[in-house]
């Protein structure tokens, strides 16, 4: 049990979708991400939220569109995707995001298809 | 900018053999560093981790150095399990403005009973 939790885990969507990913966080962190995981590919973080506001947005399409309403959870917004957009999307979340020790909890994922 | 690279996979191991993951990186500063681990059909799992130079992370008979001189932080245990296949991903953060973590790409262990 990691305290981060995420739905669904598994989805299927078509190119012309709109689905949207949420995680949530149990642990009274101030810190949270989306990292997409492909194959043979390093993690590849995707967006950073503290205390609510967006402070990294890694070169991201537009299609896919982060929200983070309170400090516990946090959503992925996706629309027209492609099929190089299948991939495993975790989310994470720490107690910062500044100091470096930090340890990241993340949750199960949301393996993603886009057909 | 940072790097962590990690020995290529797949690891094919006998139950109760010695592994030794290798791990490489490089950053400025003085980088904290990391190993996770994702088993089948999970998210990742922090394993250990080591904030500062010659401090050793250890957890579940897993352990790791932290080695300034060679800039490295391999992953030991001394008789694997079963239980231990998984995929072991080896990380570093540089911390101040540089929060992010860095992966390496990640290798998978397969324990055969």
């Known amino acids: 049990e990691t305290g981060v939790t995420q739905t669904p885990r598994h989805l299927v969507m078509g190119m012309t979708n709109k689905k949207s990913l949420k995680c949530e966080q149990h642990?009274?962190?101030?810190?949270m991400y989306w990292y997409k995981q492909s194959a043979k590919k390093p993690l590849e973080l995707m967006f950073v939220?503290?205390?609510?506001?967006?402070?990294e947005n890694n070169s991201v399409p537009s299609r896919f569109s982060p929200e983070c309403p309170n400090s516990s959870h946090l959503f992925l917004h996706l629309h027209t995707l492609q099929p190089e957009d299948s991939a495993l999307y975790l989310c994470?979340?720490?107690?910062?995001?500044?100091?470096?020790?930090?340890?990241?909890?993340f949750g199960p994922g949301t393996r993603l298809l886009v057909l | 900018g940072d790097s962590v690279t990690q020995m290529e996979g797949p690891v094919t191991l006998s139950e109760e053999a010695c592994l030794t993951i290798?791990?490489?990186?490089?950053?400025?500063?003085?980088?904290?560093l990391f190993w996770y681990v994702q088993y089948p059909g999970e998210g990742l799992q922090l394993l250990l981790k080591?904030?500062?130079?010659?401090d050793k992370g250890s957890n579940k008979g897993f352990e790791a150095t932290y080695r300034k001189e060679t800039t490295s932080f391999h992953l030991e245990k001394g008789s694997v399990q079963v239980s231990d296949s998984a995929v072991y991903f080896c990380?570093?953060?540089?911390?101040?403005?540089?929060?992010?973590?860095?992966f390496g790409k990640g290798t998978l262990l397969t324990v055969n009973p």
């Open positions: 990380a570093l953060s540089s911390g101040g403005s540089n929060y992010k973590l860095t």
């Open positions: 290798n791990c490489t990186y490089t950053a400025t500063g003085y980088p904290s």
């Open positions: 939220y503290s205390l609510e506001e967006r402070v």
């Open positions: 080591a904030t500062k130079a010659d």
């Open positions: 994470a979340s720490s107690q910062e995001f500044l100091g470096g020790g930090e340890t990241q909890y």
């Open positions: 642990l009274g962190h101030n810190a």
